[in-house]
């Protein structure tokens, strides 16, 4: 049985949409799903057209409740659902200082049998509170919708970021099984840049397949189905079959995916090094080569002494550029006091930019993110 978190702190990703498409598309191969909604907008519960949930999963967190007894049909072929309501927007304060709060899920999981479900699939809120925590520290593995936009890449880092942090105390076993591009508008030059980008920067932890935006995949929520089922021909219904053919390829492959935590430094070679296999940061943490400025090929540096340049003595960024930097400092631990801080992120300018990942500091027992976006004059 494999258990995938679909998460991501920003909203409009495809988070929702990816997990209850996946679901369907993964029931139409045979696989029997279990759908867990974790979101209070309950929109995956509204889209298989579950209009009677009660008060859905609350139960779980908040009465000791077994997570099977919460479980109801669909009418997409092998999908079944525990679902969501707004009950579930009060569960933080609740579980404010419950001892163990974080881990709930976790200790669900082990009560269901190994051969019940094939998946069991978790959408997560579009926040990072103690529902996507308890997600992260029940599953094996984390599937990432990212919208194809610039600033989506900036949210991309402080989650993997958390993962980190959720691997170093809950969940060791955590692993990326890849990170999934949406809603693509391939006739633009901005969304095929930021796939690009992505594929660059990720390597091989990125799907071969996007998510094309399309107007079906718009409308089937309306209808409470899935969009195989709303219209089974649709550019939709294509692209999330194809996810599911990729989903079902990593079966029985213990190397979904590694993240930094994971990473070992080689020896003699002070702050470590690419990791070997699928990685995170793919080629992230590499400066850029000599010569080159680290906003991409194409991009010259700026001359020492002039605007915005080396030795120029400016304060902040020059007209139409911008930075982005996730470090520690920001806001708190989303696992309590104590835990690397996730960081927050401040922005300037307009236009196309380009994500960057700092390499860690090896005098640091904690990796700080460095996200920096280099951005054109409009």
Sequence with gaps: MRTLAIANQKGGSGKTTTCVNLAAALGEQNRRVLMVDLDPQH?????????DAGKGVLGVFVDGGNLMDFV??????????????????????????ELGAETILKRQLAKVPADRWDYILFDCPPTLGIL?????????????????????????AQLLHTVEVVQERLNPDLR??????????????????????????????????VIRENIRLAECPSFG???????????????????????????GRDEY????????????????????????AGSCGQP??????????????????????????????????????EAGGGPEDPLGPG??????????????????????????????????IALASS
């Design 43 to 51: 929109s995956a519960t509204s889209w298989f057209g579950i209009r």
């Design 72 to 97: 109801q049909e669909s009418e997409a072929p092998g999908v079944e659902v525990a679902p969501s309501s707004a009950w579930l927007v009060g569960v933080e304060k609740i579980l404010a200082g």
């Design 132 to 156: 996507t925590i308890n997600a992260l520290a029940a599953v094996k593995e984390l599937l990432v919708p990212v919208e194809a936009h610039v600033m989506a890449l900036a949210g991309l």
């Design 176 to 209: 990326i099984s890849g990170v999934l591009a949406c809603r693509v508008d391939s006739r633009t030059r901005h969304a095929r840049e930021v796939v690009d980008m992505l594929r660059e920067r990720q390597g091989g932890l990125v799907y071969k397949t």
């Design 225 to 251: 189905q899935p969009i195989t089922r709303y219209d089974p021909k649709s550019h939709g219904a294509e692209d999330y079959r194809a996810l599911a053919q990729e989903v079902i390829r990593q079966e």
């Design 257 to 280: 995916g590694q993240t930094p935590h994971h990473w070992e430094k080689p020896a003699g070679r002070p702050g470590g090094g690419e990791p070997p296999g699928r990685s995170v």
């Design 288 to 325: 850029a080569p000599q010569g080159q400025s680290a906003h991409g090929p194409g991009r010259r540096k700026r001359p020492a002494g002039s605007p915005g340049g080396p030795g120029s003595g400016e304060s902040g960024p020059s007209r139409g550029s911008g930075q982005i930097e």
């Design 339 to 372: 835990g690397a801080p996730l960081g927050h992120a401040a922005a300037t300018g307009r236009g196309r930019g380009q994500v960057l990942n700092q390499a860690p500091d090896s005098s640091s027992p904690r990796r700080v993110w460095s996200v920096s």
